[in-house]
């Protein structure tokens, strides 16, 4: 599920960015921007938090793996669901 929520958030996220790129003159567009992939990120935690813990991005089960708090087998199914 990590590797769907990673590419779902870069991918919308560059969606965002190209869309609000018309208005670079716009302080509010750079508001927009961020707003829009705070949102996007949020409801991509909400939807793999039951599968993956809400890791978004592979390093962070890799950094949990190195710190002893979670398996290996269990970081490996985390990447890969």
Known sequence: MELVGSFLFAYLG???IITFSNH???PAS???????QS???????FC????SGGNVNPLVSFG?????????PRMILYIAA
């Open 64 to 72: 949990l793996w190195t710190s002893n708090i979670i398996s290996f």
């Open 39 to 45: 949102i996007i990120l949020g409801l991509i935690i």
């Open 14 to 16: 560059q969606g965002a």
């Open 30 to 36: 750079l508001f927009a921007v961020a707003f829009s």
């Open 24 to 26: 670079k003159d716009d």
């Open 48 to 51: 793999t938090i039951e599968t």
